[in-house]
């Protein structure tokens, strides 16, 4: 179970990573969409040549599509969980309300040592986080990341607005 769970973890992340719908994943594997809809929700078990041909596809070890990701301080809390954890974004920082385009990319370049970014999506959808590890976010959800390092917000298709706090 924790193979699995871990397997569709990281395939969505990889699959997001690189922009991709299931259908463009599907077109470069050979798998069904409905296939790689339950592989990413972790409802089923793909044979190793399946394993072998996403691996293939995302230009990673199959070793990397089965491991656990390493823990870092990268939070996301989605809308049906915040409750009142979103209060945490108070203290001090800039504060940004975010309206990006249809199809937009945001590449921001690292800010000072020991910065952290907290993004609340208000409208549509994004993709944001660390660069090369981003998490696709819906209305309503919460990201949380350092972003002392290089990060990036995009949307797909349609536009969406933020709010994104930055501490110092």
């Not at 470069?28 to 339950?38: I, P, R, Y």
């Not at 089965?66 to 800039?94: F, M």
């Amino acid at each position: 179970m924790a193979a699995r769970d871990a397997l569709a973890r990281n395939l969505r992340r990889l699959r997001v990573a690189r922009r991709w719908s299931l259908g463009d994943l599907a077109a470069a594997t050979g798998a069904g969409k409905a296939t790689l809809s339950a592989i990413e929700n972790a409802r089923a078990n793909p044979t190793v040549e399946t394993l072998a041909a996403l691996a293939g596809a995302l230009e990673v070890d199959v070793a990397a599509l089965l491991e656990e990701t390493p823990a870092d301080e990268v939070t996301l809390v989605r809308a049906a969980d915040a409750g009142e954890r979103l209060a945490r974004l108070a203290d001090g920082g800039a504060i940004e309300r975010l309206v990006l385009a249809p199809s937009a990319l945001l590449e921001r370049k690292p800010l000072a040592p020991g910065s952290r970014a907290h993004l609340v999506v208000t409208r549509g959808t994004v993709v944001a986080g660390p660069s090369g590890r981003p998490i696709e976010l819906g209305r309503g959800d919460y990201l949380s990341f350092p972003a002392d390092g290089p990060h990036e917000l995009a949307t797909a298709g349609r536009g969406a607005e933020v709010v994104l706090v930055v501490e110092r």
